[in-house]
Antibody, heavy 122, light 104 residues
């Protein structure tokens, strides 16, 4: 069974930094485009950013609210996806999910991890 | 960015009812429209992709239709386990989600 397991969510002060991890098993991680999606408490889903495979250039794209502050990276030797979050703001408080793009059109997400909660508060 | 507008924001239905949720895109997205089901405290689950395709394991009571800018998700006979919030998502360009429809 495909599994994605996020970790690293904690309480952090505004202006601080944090790195989330997503450990992936049961599929060829190096061939997968991956995304982070977040959900603020009581709110809807918000796409954060994605990273393509190394074969596709390993390039990243980000949503406007996090561009310049968040960095997505991957370590294919460890089957792990990362989200480096800098200059955190209270509005970054959310559950962060990692998810895999479909391998043909890259246009939908399946499966998803269980999520990790990041709280930004003084 | 492409905006997705879902309606209604919430709806109340009974077991056995036919439920329809609409998602409208701010510009044409062909059939790059997907639907997710999310139950409280759980991760989203894909229920329709490419506007009308059912993933393996999703009940046939779920169906999707549409192309371009207008899309619908239909549950033909609502079951208790279908109580959830449903989100549309476009994959035509940088991904975006609709604001969600709560089915209760």
């Amino acid at each position: 069974e495909v599994q994605l397991v996020e970790s690293g969510g904690v309480l952090v002060k505004p202006g601080g930094s944090l790195r989330l991890s997503c450990a992936v098993s049961e599929f060829t991680f190096r061939n997968a485009w991956m995304s982070w999606v977040r959900q603020a408490p009581g709110k809807g889903l918000e796409w954060v950013g994605r990273i393509k495979t190394i074969l596709d250039g390993g390039t990243t794209d980000y949503a406007g609210p996090v561009k310049g502050r968040f960095i997505i990276s991957r370590d294919d030797s460890k089957n792990t996806l990362y989200l480096q979050m800098n200059s955190l703001k209270t509005e970054d408080t959310a559950v962060y999910y990692c998810t895999k793009h479909d391998p043909i059109t890259y246009s939908y997400f399946d499966p998803w991890g269980q999520g990790t909660l990041v709280t930004v508060s003084s | 960015d492409i905006q997705l507008t879902q309606s209604p924001a919430s709806l109340s239905a009974s077991v056995g009812d036919r439920v329809t949720i609409t998602c409208r895109a701010s510009q044409g997205i062909r059939d790059y429209l997907n639907w997710y089901q999310q139950k409280p405290g759980k991760a989203p689950k894909l229920v329709i992709y490419a506007a009308s395709t059912l993933p393996i394991g999703v009940p046939s009571t779920f169906s999707g239709s549409g192309y371009g800018t207008g899309f619908t998700l239909t549950i033909s006979s609502l079951q208790p386990e279908d109580i959830a919030t449903y989100y549309c998502q476009q994959g035509f360009s940088i991904p975006t989600f609709g604001q969600g429809t709560r089915v209760e």
